[in-house]
T-cell receptor, first 109, second 115 residues
Framework: GQNIDQPTEMTATEGAIVQINCTYQ??????LFWYQQHAGEAPTFLSY??LDGLEEKGRFSSFLSRSKGYSYLLLKELQMKDSASYLC??????????WGAGTKLIIKP | ETGVTQTPRHLVMGMTNKKSLKCEQH?????MYWYKQSAKKPLELMFV???????ENNSVPSRFSPECPNSSHLFLHLHTLQPEDSALYLC?????FGSGANVLTFGAGSRLTVL
């Protein structure tokens, strides 16, 4: 079966750095997405990786290793507004999006 | 308006009621989706429409009935629901269906409670 694993919840301190991991086992691979979802709001797109390596976008970076079935989202200089759920999703060989259950990130002052 | 708009934002219904969820997008996208989001579970894809044709129906019970009258509007008709259907129902759209960097734009969701 197809599976995406990510931690259920993480806690970090304002101003610090946090890494949210995502491992996947899917039928083929056509890219990996990260979305952010604040409580009661729509998920919003953060990043898309299809090749190995690190993609940096301001305070947020996303890393992919296809051989290891692994990605992480790195958030630097954490702000209180970064408190949200972070959803990992993989596009499989049939272009179906397989979703993880999301990681709830709690930022403390 | 821009983006994806869903109405109503909150809905409480009895098991014998009939109601509808509405989704509207003004992005010029060709694909629209219905997802179910339950606490601590992955998003569940329910239906996909591409160019107003249904392309995916992931074994969803017949008490959920989608309708896509045009490329900007999507409905989810609900009837004789069960309490376990209580969840957040998210609508999304994307430029196309079945391609690589296919970024979804989501609406804020309709929170459904079935009594």
């Amino acid at each position: 079966g197809q599976n995406i694993d990510q931690p259920t919840e993480m806690t970090a301190t304002e101003g610090a750095i946090v890494q949210i991991n995502c491992t996947y086992q899917t039928s083929g691979f056509n890219g990996l997405f990260w979305y952010q979802q604040h409580a009661g709001e729509a998920p919003t797109f953060l990043s898309y990786n299809v090749l190995d390596g690190l993609e940096e976008k301001g305070r947020f970076s996303s890393f992919l290793s296809r051989s290891k079935g692994y990605s992480y989202l790195l958030l630097k200089e954490l702000q209180m507004k970064d408190s949200a759920s972070y959803l990992c999703a993989v596009l499989d060989s049939n272009y179906q999006l397989i979703w993880g259950a999301g990681t709830k990130l709690i930022i403390k002052p | 308006e821009t983006g994806v708009t869903q109405t109503p934002r909150h809905l409480v219904m009895g098991m014998t009621n009939k109601k509808s969820l509405k989704c509207e997008q003004h992005l010029g996208h060709n694909a629209m989706y219905w997802y179910k989001q339950s606490a601590k579970k992955p998003l569940e894809l329910m239906f996909v429409y591409s160019l107003e044709e249904r392309v995916e129906n992931n074994s969803v019970p017949s008490r959920f009935s989608p309708e896509c009258p045009n490329s900007s509007h999507l409905f989810l008709h609900l009837h004789t629901l069960q309490p376990e259907d209580s969840a957040l129902y998210l609508c999304a759209s994307s430029q196309d269906f079945g391609s690589g960097a296919n970024v979804l734009t989501f609406g804020a969701g309709s929170r459904l409670t079935v009594l």
